[in-house]
């Protein structure tokens, strides 16, 4: 098992480049910054990366979004949504995965921030925390939403066999897409560019200590 302690200190690094180990996750092409010509400004969101205890291992919750919704439909996710008026990026992290997966909020200690995310589909910058709940989780997936939870333990993500790659056709334009397969799933875009911030983060740890 990942203990708490690790998590804080790879959370924490000085000098740790996020860009740069999201964007070993990246699609390509990708765009990394919102375009001039977008009035506004994005909208904010955040997620929640819950750490748990699952079966003699560290695992984290990962959820696959139902196929019948307007945005990043059937794709797998972190419990996450858009931030309220007068609500924190943490806040609102912890507020949506409690309406989406059934996590109380008050048995959540967050760790720590990884590097903020803009998202050019839907026009949202993208907040990720981390945090760590000390028992066993139960879940309630709000039916709506989720179509399936996925307990992933940690040593599966650090095993460097579970990153591949294809090349996808998407609307007419070939992208050179990393994902982390996952059982029978592909945790590609967004959800993969964290991740892998989150895993070259535990890695960089590993390597200290050695």
Same mark, same amino acid.
């Not at 009035?39 to 079966?55: F, K």
């Not at 333990?153 to 007419?172: D, F, H, S």
């Given at each position: 098992?990942?203990?708490?302690?690790?998590?804080?200190?790879?959370?924490?690094?000085?000098?740790?480049?996020? !860009?740069?180990?999201?964007?070993?996750?990246?699609?390509? *092409? $990708? &765009?990394?910054? $919102?375009?001039?010509?977008?009035?506004? +400004?994005? $909208?904010?969101? &955040?997620? @929640?990366?819950? @750490?748990? *205890?699952?079966?003699?291992?560290?695992?984290? !919750?990962?959820?696959? $979004?139902?196929?019948?919704?307007?945005?990043?439909?059937?794709?797998?996710?972190?419990?996450?949504? /858009?931030?309220?008026?007068?609500?924190?990026? &943490?806040?609102?992290?912890?507020?949506?995965?409690?309406?989406?997966?059934?996590?109380? %909020?008050?048995?959540?200690?967050?760790?720590?921030?990884?590097? %903020?995310?803009?998202?050019? *589909?839907?026009?949202?910058?993208?907040?990720?925390?981390?945090?760590?709940?000390?028992?066993?989780?139960?879940?309630?997936?709000? *039916?709506?939403? !989720?179509?399936? @939870?996925?307990?992933?333990?940690?040593?599966?993500?650090?095993?460097?066999?579970? /990153?591949?790659?294809?090349?996808?056709?998407?609307?007419?334009?070939? @992208?050179?897409?990393?994902?982390? =397969?996952?059982? %029978?799933?592909?945790?590609?875009?967004?959800?993969?560019?964290?991740? =892998?911030?989150?895993?070259? /983060?535990?890695? &960089? !740890? +590993?390597?200290?200590?050695?």
């Amino acid at each position: 098992m990942i203990s708490q302690s690790t998590v804080s200190q790879a959370l924490h690094l000085p000098g740790f480049d996020g !860009v740069a180990a999201q964007g070993k996750m990246k699609p390509l *092409p $990708r &765009a990394t910054v $919102r375009s001039p010509a977008r009035p506004g +400004s994005p $909208r904010q969101g &955040a997620v @929640l990366l819950l @750490l748990y *205890p699952c079966q003699q291992e560290t695992c984290i !919750v990962l959820t696959r $979004r139902r196929d019948d919704l307007q945005a990043h439909a059937g794709q797998i996710s972190f419990p996450g949504g /858009r931030r309220e008026l007068l609500e924190t990026p &943490a806040q609102a992290a912890l507020r949506e995965a409690h309406e989406e997966i059934g996590i109380d %909020p008050a048995t959540v200690q967050l760790l720590g921030e990884l590097t %903020p995310l803009y998202i050019p *589909p839907s026009d949202f910058e993208v907040h990720p925390f981390v945090g760590w709940h000390e028992q066993p989780a139960t879940f309630c997936p709000q *039916p709506s939403e !989720v179509a399936e @939870l996925l307990e992933v333990p940690l040593q599966i993500l650090t095993n460097a066999k579970t /990153r591949q790659e294809e090349v996808w056709n998407q609307r007419g334009l070939e @992208l050179q897409v990393p994902y982390f =397969s996952i059982g %029978p799933h592909k945790v590609w875009g967004a959800t993969a560019m964290i991740l =892998s911030e989150f895993v070259e /983060r535990l890695c &960089a !740890v +590993s390597r200290r200590a050695s």
